[in-house]
């Protein structure tokens, strides 16, 4: 296998972290909105949980974005 059709094999692979980060923050969201409309009175306490959640994850996808670009374009 040619070493460029590797690279660019994995920065696809390590681009799917960021697909995989979308779904978690989609999942998020749905389920503090589930949580929310059962329980209105306990959706303010949980909205700072929801948002540090948020963040980490989109942290990771942005990290898994780096690795992509960086196989593609610094290696």
């Known amino acids: 296998m ?8 994995g920065a696809g692979l390590a ?3 960021t697909g995989a ?3 978690g923050v989609g ?3 749905g389920q503090f909105l589930q949580g929310a409309l ?3 009175s306990a959706a303010d306490g ?3 949980r ?3 959640g948020f963040a980490v994850t989109e942290a990771l996808g942005i990290f898994a974005l780096l690795i992509a670009f ?4 610094a290696l």
């Not at 960086?70 to 374009?73: A, D, I, K, R, V």
């Open 2 to 9: 040619d070493p460029a059709s590797a690279k660019f094999i």
């Open 15 to 17: 681009a799917i972290g």
């Open 21 to 23: 980060a979308a779904i």
């Open 27 to 29: 999942n998020l969201f």
């Open 38 to 40: 059962r329980n209105p």
């Open 46 to 48: 949980q909205f700072g």
């Open 50 to 52: 929801l948002i540090f």
């Open 70 to 73: 960086l196989l593609m374009f």
